[in-house]
């Protein structure tokens, strides 16, 4: 905003010094104009008088002209003998010859302007002198002259109203550039502070800023930025929360285990058996936080590897329903497959999209209610194979759909032993195929997750 009222200002002053620079020749153009057409009109009056010979009605029309023009007008006859003028100082001079008034130039058809007097401003005269034709027949003659007296006070008047026009415009500008600014520069120091506040590691700090310019919506932006700043960060401390503790409850369920072997458990074979079969569960559990952490790490760093194959959808869902039925049966889910008609194969690591789909999967069944359904299926559509994984529970609340996917949620109903990455990293896997993971719920009728991938190469540079 300052640069564009700066360059307005810049404007104004060079139009005021080009203006001032060129009002005189502006001016004189004007008179020399302004002189060639009261001499077309004058000649039309005088010329059918001077040519009947009615010189007392050549006067008589002067007399007339004089009050009402600035041009002054002398005629004269054709031998040179001043027929009458429109000043009354210039009387005296009739009857006499005129050839001393420029004339002469015009009795010899040639048409005369002159700028006399430049050397003192006040005496300035423009002449115009020209002959006087009628009929064909040259009749006298007519000189126009114009005191530039009166044009350079109004040259100098207009000079005044132009020079206290810039120097109100150029006062108005400079304290308007004040105004704005300190406006400006305030909430620039405050985005500077904040902006060091934040570097500091105090997440906290806002700016708060009031209007609708650039640097307030820069604020705007910055508090946008510390709000999720301070999420992530408030995520991340919850997510080693649980993460030591659960390692720390797996590492002591371990060390108990083996205590109580070292202490003689072994020989009881009942109790070792329980024994060992904790420590099989506990080594299960750090096995899969482990795996999690590692293939979260891959999809952030971008190193996933894909081995891709011809992959046939229906195919997948098939071995998914078997791999997870008995899991179902343990919660009193059931498991439905939507055969439906056979889904076209598409591009893809069948290791990795399986791994996918089972997290949806095993998600969908976390949290259906025993007695409720898991149902998976699929269509093809428009170059795509839409895969779904639908249940029958309680359904997600609209403000928690956004987060569902955000590797640092946790949310209660994650069991021990995972740390909630299964949507994020199914959401990386299926975007490494070039897809993208579809959710719909309603709260009381459950949660649809729908997997959409391309079903030919072409879509992801194959």
């Known amino acids: 905003m300052l640069s564009h009222l700066g360059l307005v200002l810049l404007a104004m002053v060079v139009l005021g010094i080009y203006l001032l620079s060129n009002m005189d020749w502006f001016y004189l153009n004007a008179t020399q104009n302004r002189m060639h057409d009261e001499m077309a009109m004058i000649s039309g009056r005088v010329g059918p008088l001077m040519a009947d010979g009615d010189r007392d009605g050549v006067r008589a029309y002067l007399e007339q002209l004089g009050p009402n023009v600035a041009i002054r007008v002398m005629v004269a006859d054709a031998d040179g003998v001043i027929v009458?003028?429109?000043?009354?100082?210039?009387?005296?001079?009739?009857?006499?010859?005129?050839?001393?008034?420029?004339?002469?130039?015009?009795?010899?058809?040639?048409?005369?302007?002159?700028?006399?007097?430049?050397?003192?401003?006040?005496?300035?005269?423009?002449?115009?002198?020209?002959?006087?034709?009628?009929?064909?027949?040259?009749?006298?003659?007519?000189?126009?002259?114009?005191?530039?007296?009166?044009?350079?006070?109004?040259?100098?008047?207009?000079?005044?109203?132009?020079?206290?026009?810039?120097?109100v415009a150029l006062g108005?500008?400079?304290?308007?550039?004040?105004?704005?600014?300190?406006?400006?520069?305030?909430?620039?120091r405050r985005l500077a502070t904040a902006a060091r506040a934040l570097s500091a590691g105090n997440l906290g700090y806002r700016i708060?800023?009031?209007?609708?310019?650039?640097?307030?919506?820069?604020?705007?932006?910055?508090?946008?930025?510390?709000?999720?700043?301070?999420?992530?960060?408030?995520?991340?401390?919850?997510?080693?929360?649980?993460?030591?503790?659960?390692?720390?409850?797996?590492?002591?369920?371990?060390?108990?285990?083996?205590?109580?072997?070292?202490?003689?458990?072994?020989?009881?074979?009942?109790?070792r058996a329980l024994l060992l079969d904790g420590l099989a569960s506990h080594s299960r559990r750090l096995h899969r936080m482990a795996d999690d952490l590692l293939e979260t790490a891959r999809i952030e760093a971008g190193r996933l590897q894909l081995r891709r194959s011809k992959v046939s959808p229906s195919a997948l869902l098939r071995t998914l329903a078997a791999e997870f039925t008995a899991e179902a049966n343990q919660q009193g889910v059931v498991l439905l497959l939507d055969g439906g008609s056979e889904l076209p194969a598409t591009w893809a690591d069948g290791v990795r999209l399986a791994q996918s789909l089972g997290n949806l999967v095993e998600n969908a069944i976390r949290h259906t209610p025993p007695g409720s359904r898991v149902i998976l299926g699929g269509e093809a559509d428009d170059g795509h194979c839409r895969l779904f994984v639908r249940d029958e529970g309680p359904g997600i609340p609209k403000e928690d759909l956004p987060l569902l996917f955000d590797r640092f949620k946790r949310f209660k109903q994650e069991r021990p032993g995972r740390l909630g990455f299964g949507l994020a990293i199914a959401k990386g896997l299926v975007e490494a195929h070039g897809g993208r993971i579809e959710v719909s719920s309603t709260i009381g009728d459950g949660t649809t997750f729908t997997v959409v991938l391309p079903i030919t190469g072409e879509e992801v540079g194959l």
């Not at 108005?172 to 620039?188: F, K, R, Y």
């Not at 408030?234 to 072997?261: K, Y």
Request: cysteine-free; glycine content about 10%; overall charge negative.
């Open 172 to 188: 108005v500008g400079l304290l308007v550039s004040l105004v704005l600014a300190q406006s400006l520069s305030a909430p620039a």
């Open 84 to 167: 009458g003028s429109t000043e009354p100082e210039e009387s005296h001079l009739v009857g006499r010859p005129g050839l001393s008034y420029g004339l002469s130039k015009a009795l010899r058809s040639r048409i005369e302007q002159i700028v006399q007097g430049e050397s003192q401003p006040t005496n300035d005269a423009v002449y115009l002198v020209a002959p006087l034709d009628w009929d064909g027949k040259q009749v006298g003659a007519i000189r126009l002259s114009y005191q530039l007296g009166d044009l350079y006070s109004q040259m100098v008047q207009l000079a005044t109203t132009i020079l206290v026009g810039l120097a």
């Open 208 to 271: 708060k800023p009031q209007g609708n310019d650039e640097i307030r919506e820069a604020g705007r932006a910055f508090d946008a930025l510390a709000d999720r700043m301070q999420q992530l960060e408030w995520s991340r401390q919850q997510l080693l929360g649980d993460v030591s503790h659960d390692l720390h409850s797996s590492i002591t369920g371990v060390g108990m285990a083996v205590e109580a072997l070292q202490r003689g458990a072994v020989d009881d074979l009942a109790t």
